[in-house]
């Protein structure tokens, strides 16, 4: 497959957090293979709502470093990969070559370069809590998925980020900032909080069918290297996990 199309966007103002992963890109790469809320907490979730992908066409929608990337390939899947961090991109690039189209995207914007009904699975792994309207995303995604197509996603818990950041008020859709430790320094990021039907409406209202939601346990191996956070997590669910359908 083509490496990279031809698409350049230009940043949409809701896009944030660009210089956080920009920063963060080679630290990814280096560690999100291990880093236990991925690799024992996230990725168990979202690879067990996942269909059969051998011979399919499917979209990783926020690809950072490019590991679901990289797993999809290995199960037979023809993959697109997009983010909107030039340096992700690079990350991915050096994980998987040119084994998939490795596109530079801002999903605030319409995915133009893919064709209507042209893809099996969307896959977008703690990615959609970066953008405040998800319209736009909701809506190319049905677009381009084929009748009876899988969007498959996790995003922050919504009660995790109201509780952890002390809000006041649930049903406000708000940004919030925390830092994130890296092998270098801390970085500032930067996502949105809403509640929980303002994650659940937008897929049901672009014409999904919601099959399965998830609030997950941690894995033995989690409880191995970081016990403590272990039991906060079997406690206060950190992320959230849905599979829809194209109806």
């Not at 969307?122 to 677009?143: D, G, I, N, Q």
């Not at 498959?152 to 950041?165: A, E, G, K, R």
């Not at 990021?189 to 659940?200: A, N, S, T």
């Not at 206060?236 to 829809?244: D, E, H, K, T, V």
Request: glycine fraction near 4%; charge should be neutral; charged fraction near 30%.
């Amino acid at each position: 497959m083509d490496n990279e199309l031809k698409h350049r966007p230009v940043l949409n103002e809701n896009s944030i957090s660009f210089e956080s992963y920009e920063a963060m890109a080679e630290y990814y790469l280096k560690y999100v293979d291990t880093k236990p809320f991925n690799a024992y907490y996230e990725r168990p979730a979202t690879l067990s709502l996942l269909p059969d992908v051998k011979g399919k066409i499917v979209l990783d929608a926020g690809c950072a470093a490019g590991w679901y990337s990289n797993w999809l390939l290995k199960q037979g899947a023809k993959v697109i990969a997009v983010d909107f961090s030039p340096n992700m991109i690079e990350m991915t690039k050096k994980r998987i070559g040119d084994k998939a189209n490795i596109i530079r995207a801002d999903l605030n914007e319409p995915l133009s370069f893919i064709e209507d009904g042209s893809v099996d699975v969307v896959l977008s792994s703690l990615t959609l809590h970066y953008l405040k309207h998800w319209e736009v995303p909701m809506a190319e995604f049905r677009r381009i998925l084929k009748p009876s197509g899988y969007f498959i996603f996790s995003v922050h818990h919504p009660f995790m980020d109201f509780t952890f950041f002390h809000r006041d008020n649930y049903f406000l859709t708000e940004i919030l900032s925390d830092e994130w430790e890296t092998d270098k320094d801390k970085v500032k990021v930067q996502f949105y909080r809403r509640p929980l039907y303002k994650i659940v409406s937008p897929v049901l209202e672009a014409g999904f069918i919601i099959e399965k939601l998830l609030e997950p346990m941690p894995t033995e191996k989690f409880k191995e290297l970081q016990p403590e956070v272990y039991e906060k997590l079997t406690k206060r669910p950190q992320f959230l996990f849905i599979r829809a359908r194209k109806n």
